[in-house]
Nanobody, 109 residues
């Protein structure tokens, strides 16, 4: 079964930036829309055709990227706010595969 491993979370100051990475064990990008979730709320998604969508709370600050060659999904997070804090997970959109352990993002004000 597909395994999802998230990394890149850290403690940052408000206004700072982070890049999260999700390593996917199987090549599923052509078959599924992928997403980044904060806790279990979808914040960004991208299709195999690289059409991306964002929650209004992160639009203009976050960028999702899909690397087909490396089977990785990334989330570039700029101008971080305290409300962005939480555990971030990747999964298909809607979520289908077992959740990974996530990666913790902490934003200090």
């Amino acid at each position: 079964q597909v395994q999802l491993v998230e990394s890149g979370g850290a403690l940052v100051q408000a206004g700072g930036s982070l890049t999260l990475t999700c390593t996917v064990s199987h090549n599923i990008f052509r078959d599924y829309m992928m997403g980044w979730y904060r806790e279990r709320d979808l914040v960004a998604s991208i299709s195999s055709g690289r059409v991306d969508n964002y929650d209004d709370s992160v639009k203009g600050r976050f960028t999702i990227h899909m690397n087909h060659a490396q089977n990785t999904l990334s989330l570039r997070m700029n101008n971080l706010k305290p409300d962005d804090a939480g555990i971030y997970y990747c999964n298909t959109s809607p979520a289908f595969w077992p959740w990974g352990k996530g990666t913790q993002v902490t934003v200090s004000s």
